[in-house]
């Protein structure tokens, strides 16, 4: 047997490990429910007749892509048109990045632009387009003992937070999220480690907001995660629409030169269907009528350089 040979067939014997863990996963996990009880559940099943060869694909993606509602919506449209089955793999970015980095993902939907320059300038990534974007909130109690309602700018309002030793919960996880949140930790020159008031979930957006709501703890959200559970929760918008809460997604291919087992052609095809107008349009409009108002602004095709990224 030639060395090529025998590395592709351990690559195919460790790429259908994953998926078999994977499916032990979501068969021993009991996830959290939908903030909203009209957010249907997806349902990774496709008829049989619509699946073909190399049929599987598995996207890593930001909890905040699940946790809103938005990928229940858009996947179902993907499978059924063309017969991909998704496995999701819902972590934070800086977990789905290292998935990419092993060959354990073959697309990935992140929101973690610096990592994100980092993962194609080494050659991981292939393609990567720009899907959307929404924003990060601070949220709090009502009565916002911090008092970063009248903050100047987000880094003001993590300095109250401090200097209040009001309880704040982050998420911990190296995930988008979590990356902006030390950004903004540094430019208001605080270093809020082992400091009594800081808190760390090590857990998802959806999760760590049901944490915080326990607590009645100031937390760093995604605007679509927040409206998604906002049923559910007592914690109010408290600071936003600053420049430094932008909160870009892209998309990205798994580079098949680094990794010759990953499933390229429905990355690119998964790429592809996320830029293109008709779900672009799908974007724009989910969570108008539930919510009053958009989770995601569509982007793709969009100057970045308008939105101050590299």
């Known amino acids: 047997m030639?060395?090529?040979?025998?590395?592709?067939?351990?690559?195919?014997?460790?790429?259908?490990?994953?998926?078999?863990?994977f499916g032990l996963f979501l068969i021993a996990c009991d996830p959290l429910p939908h903030a909203e009880k009209n957010l249907k559940?997806?349902?990774?099943?496709?008829?049989?007749?619509?699946?073909?060869?190399?049929?599987v694909l598995i996207l890593a993606t930001t909890t905040s892509t699940q946790d809103s509602g938005l990928l229940d919506v858009l996947l179902p449209i993907f499978q059924e048109e063309t017969g991909y089955l998704v496995k999701t793999v819902a972590v934070g970015t800086g977990q789905a990045l290292r998935m990419g980095?092993?060959?354990?993902?073959?697309?990935?939907?992140?929101?973690?632009?610096?990592?994100?320059l980092d993962f194609m300038r080494?050659?991981?990534?292939?393609?990567?387009?720009?899907?959307m974007h929404n924003d990060f909130v601070l949220l709090g109690p009502e009565n916002d003992p911090a008092g970063i309602q009248y903050a100047q700018?987000?880094?003001?309002?993590?300095?109250?937070?401090a200097h209040a030793g009001a309880v704040f919960l982050s998420r911990g996880d190296g995930s988008g999220?979590?990356?902006?949140?030390?950004?903004?930790?540094?430019?208001?020159?605080?270093?809020?480690?082992?400091?009594?008031?800081?808190?760390?979930?090590?857990?998802?957006?959806?999760a760590t907001l049901m944490i915080a709501e326990q607590k009645l703890?100031?937390?760093?959200?995604?605007?679509?995660?927040?409206l998604a559970y906002r049923g559910n929760l007592s914690l109010k918008i408290l600071f936003e629409n600053d420049p430094t809460l932008l909160n870009v997604y892209h998309v990205i291919t798994v580079n098949p030169q680094r990794w010759p087992m990953v499933n390229y052609t429905g990355a690119l095809a998964f790429l592809n269907y996320l830029t293109r107008p008709s779900t672009q349009a799908i974007i724009g409009s989910f969570g108008v009528e539930q919510f009053g108002e958009p989770l995601f602004i569509p982007d793709a095709g969009k100057n970045e350089a308008e939105f101050g990224l590299p």
Not at 153 to 161: E, N, V, W
Not at 181 to 197: H, M, V, Y
Not at 217 to 226: E, F, H, K, M, N
């Open 2 to 21: 030639s060395p090529k040979a025998g590395y592709m067939i351990k690559e195919s014997m460790r790429r259908c490990l994953l998926l078999g863990l």
């Open 41 to 55: 559940p997806f349902s990774l099943s496709v008829p049989t007749s619509t699946v073909h060869s190399g049929s």
């Open 101 to 116: 980095m092993e060959g354990n993902a073959d697309v990935l939907l992140v929101h973690a632009p610096d990592s994100e």
């Open 122 to 131: 080494e050659g991981y990534g292939k393609d990567r387009a720009f899907v």
């Open 153 to 161: 700018d987000a880094a003001g309002a993590f300095q109250a937070i």
């Open 177 to 206: 999220t979590y990356a902006r949140e030390l950004q903004l930790w540094k430019q208001a020159g605080i270093d809020p480690r082992n400091q009594p008031w800081y808190l760390e979930s090590g857990q998802g957006m959806g």
């Open 217 to 226: 703890a100031y937390t760093l959200c995604d605007r679509g995660t927040y």
